[in-house]
């Protein structure tokens, strides 16, 4: 009779008390160890479990090499940068927006020393750091004042704390959205202490509803994007002018929350129907809310431009102290903003604008190049390229897609997900779009000079034994 293999598997204190193992004591702390050790053994224990027969000689040998490996990994950094092959060029799991190289340039000076955040130079006298982005937004967008903070969620709950606390707010029931997982208008209201006051039915909102919900406890009316759905079919809303005509007869604030803030046009690469910070200003509205790492290709931020009166009151509020920008995004978002001075400058070197500009037979030939050297690869049992579409994603441009190129592998020995998660695993770790169980590398979303390290992380991939 077989001996039981779950009695040969070693002890934790056992391998802890190799001589291998021990070197590894002193570089590492002793419970990291232990867990790694306890980790390793466990993994063995499953594989017995799986009806396997471990070879225990070689099982010795192997062992304190994988402890090694895994404290190697225990001990890198969590966060690490990727290749984005989802195509998806606004990925919020991913970051959403790289941001340029002047931007990268502006964030690193910043960090390494010490900037004039909060003085000006000339008198030496104390000022405000929002005095950056005041800058560059009221040259950019027809707007008084500006200010920022940390994101566009942030951004609504303060300036409904600061316009509209205990106060009414009026939203059409066709734009309550809820917007990447946790943004739900509902509850940002309720955390900024206005009260919403719903109007209309989720497909028509009239003018006439607006008005009639109108009493001396509104304080303002609040206009979201529907920045990741659209409604079709027998649907109509008022128009912003008309929104804007209303509220200011009745001396009540129009804010528009467009989501995006795009400051190039999209219409360009035939995107429709995203709303421009400086358009929404020049109809009326009193304030325009937006994203700093969606369209706009910056740091993850939450631009407010508008009235000075309403921006005033809104950097007054205790909770500016708690949302606001922290050197380096601030350093990043001015960088950024200037390059959109000049619109050609911006569409050379924001990247989403760079990757959105790229053609697809630029994007063909070096799908082609990166293809031939995938095909020797031994893991992979088809290697095909072919053009496909893709959202550009992060909460913007719904149901609107963009041409692209996509490599798609078939991985040879293993599942489709299996090779999904060798890729995400391997160096650098490499993001594919599964679609319709299927493995697609989307250049869209590539650098073309991460090129060769895009092959050089599938080889690595479908080569290196994992287990
Ligand atoms: C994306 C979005 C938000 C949230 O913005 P974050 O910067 O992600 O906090 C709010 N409102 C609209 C309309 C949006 O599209």
Redesign the pocket.
Known sequence: MAANPYRQLPAVHEVLNWPEVQTLLNAHAAELVTEVVRQEIAELRQRIRRGETPDWDAERQRLPQRIRQRLQQADRPWLRPVINATGILLH?NLGRAPLAESAVQAVCQAARGYVNLEMDLESGERSSRQDVVRRWLTRLLPAESATAVN??????VLVLRALAQGREVIVSRGEL?E??GS?RLPEIMQASGAVLREVGTTNITRLSDYAQAITPATALILR?????FVMRGHTSQPSLEDLVKLAHERELWLVD????GALADYSRWGFRGEPSPAESLRLGADLV?F????LLGGP???LIAGRRELIQRIEKDPLMRAFRLDKMTLAALEATLRLYLDPAQALHEVPILRLLSQSLEQLRRRARRIAAKLRSLPLLRQVQVREDRVAVG???LPEQTLPTIVIAVKPQACTDAELAQRLRTSEPPLVPRIQDGCVLLDLRSVFPEQDALLVKSVTDACTIAKN
């Open positions: 919020t994101n566009n969620a942030a951004a609504t959205v917007i990447g943004f979201v994007h529907r920045s990741n929350d467009i989501g995006s809310l994203s700093g790492d969606k993850q931020a939450g992060g909460g913007s």
